[in-house]
């Protein structure tokens, strides 16, 4: 694949001389000259089956054979804008002999899920890559630093391979009480999974301040784990650990069988993904919502303390937008903190670009960096400073330090990134919640 986003033409074939033989009178006709300049020759009997074969056979690998090569999802990918990717092109590379399995391009796949959004075969990325990276890990294939990852999270439940006793510590310094359900079991309205990077980031852990005295000024009934709570690990499924995943499945579902609840509310997209996607085919049902979903119908009862005066700008998470049809409660809450002015990216909605840290892009920057001409956050982060934006806001607890590390790599440092319900704890309380 070439590096730095350049494409690559087939090769011109230059002829001294072309003729046909006309198969009505059997005459050779020399080509004009329009025609004696032409692409190399492609051969289909040079094209065997067997790349096909090897992925078609995969439970969800289907349909990359469907493709016929329209090419509507090659624009559409976000990958394909910072290098050469898209599933049209997979798909070619695959019917000339690359054995995915053993290709950089295996990894690069965000299951963003722009390429499904506009495909007329309905070639499903999000099945095909995490079974052939399945496959990929059952011969050792796998880039050392996602390997890390998946071997943290089955030995600690989490990707940071944190002691889980650490899990709620980020409650200590919110201000406000946070309820434990390992400490004080009974029953609850919303069981809050708080996930990872809310838990043990320090940029996370200001959100999840943040949300807790949010909740409480609105005097919601909710509680959260503690240590008890392990990651639901969807983008590990994606990145094609689905035995870990469902091994987590089991002890997440075990844990929750404890305890009387009514919903269960998420800050992270991925892991209402998983509720909302992956569960109930495991027969597992829960009224489940992202926390804007939770708080958005509530934006009237707030009481605020300041307006903020700026402008905002808003990335949508895939998971929560494209794969799951939320568009409108993040911007319902950022509408509603007075002094907000959102400005929209031109590439925002159900053509949202992708942060890149999906599908196990999170853990993958050191291996896409030689694939790729810049980060996919680096590129988000150029689209949200040409609006004028003074924040980029997000909902999705991968995105604050994504995006953090590409404003800084971009020369783009007065960019402030934060989580939404940052902002609204912030016009609550009367002053900033954290750098
Ligand atoms: S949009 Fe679908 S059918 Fe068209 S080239 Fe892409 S994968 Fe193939
Ligand atoms: S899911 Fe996203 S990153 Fe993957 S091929 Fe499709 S458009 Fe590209």
């Not at 392990?230 to 689905?242: I, M, V, W, Y």
């Not at 002015?341 to 053509?351: A, G, K």
């Not at 291996?367 to 680096?378: C, G, I, K, P, V």
Request: charged share 25%.
């Amino acid at each position: 694949m070439p590096i730095g986003g350049r494409k690559v033409p087939p090769a011109v074939v230059e002829k001294e001389r072309v003729t046909v033989a006309s198969s009505i009178s059997g005459r050779e006709v020399e080509l004009p000259a329009m025609w004696n300049r032409m692409f190399e020759p492609r051969v289909l009997t040079d094209y065997g089956p067997d790349g096909f074969a090897a992925i078609s056979c995969l439970p969800g690998g289907e349909s990359l054979e469907w493709c016929f090569g329209c090419g509507k999802c090659v624009p559409a990918c976000p990958v394909d804008m910072v290098g050469d990717y898209g599933p049209r092109k997979i798909h070619r590379k695959v019917q000339t002999g690359t054995d995915l399995l053993a290709d950089p391009d295996l990894w690069l796949c965000t299951t963003c899920g722009n390429c499904l959004r506009v495909c007329p075969k309905e070639v499903d990325m999000m099945a095909v890559m995490p079974a052939v990276r399945e496959a990929a890990l059952s011969t050792g294939g796998v880039p050392a630093e996602l390997q890390d990852v998946f071997e943290k999270t089955f030995r600690y439940g989490n990707a940071f391979g944190h002691n889980q006793r650490r899990r709620a510590q980020w409650a200590e310094t919110a201000g406000v009480p946070v309820r434990s359900l390992a400490r004080e079991p009974g029953p609850v309205d919303v069981l809050f999974l708080v996930e990872d990077y809310w838990s043990f980031h320090p940029r996370g852990q200001d959100a999840a301040r943040a949300f807790a005295r949010v909740a409480a000024a609105l005097g919601i009934d909710w509680a959260v784990l503690g240590p008890e709570e392990k990651t639901l690990g969807d983008s590990q499924r994606l990145a094609g650990e689905r035995g870990l995943f469902d091994a987590l499945a089991e002890d997440v579902t075990a844990v929750l069988a404890k305890y009387v609840f009514s919903r269960v509310v998420t800050a992270d997209p991925h892991a209402f993904n998983a509720l909302v996607n992956q569960y109930p085919r495991r027969g597992h049902n829960f009224h489940a919502l992202h926390y804007t979903q939770l708080l958005a119908p509530l934006v009237g009862q707030l009481q605020w303390a300041r307006e903020l005066d700026l402008k905002v700008t808003f990335h949508d998470p895939c998971f929560l937008g494209r794969h799951n049809g939320e568009y409108d409660a993040p911007r319902a809450l950022i509408e509603a903190v007075p002094g907000l002015q959102l400005v929209e990216m031109d590439r925002c909605r159900q053509n949202g670009y992708c942060c890149g840290g999906g599908g196990g892009g999170m853990w993958l920057d050191s291996t896409t960096r030689d694939h790729t001409s810049e980060r996919l956050s680096e590129r988000r982060v150029r689209e949200a400073a040409q609006t004028g934006a003074d924040v980029l806001a997000v909902c999705c607890p991968y995105e604050v330090p994504r995006f953090t590390d590409a404003a800084k790599a971009t020369g783009h440092d007065d960019l402030r990134v934060c989580d939404i319900i940052e902002l609204v704890d912030e016009a609550m309380r009367g002053g900033p919640t954290s750098g």
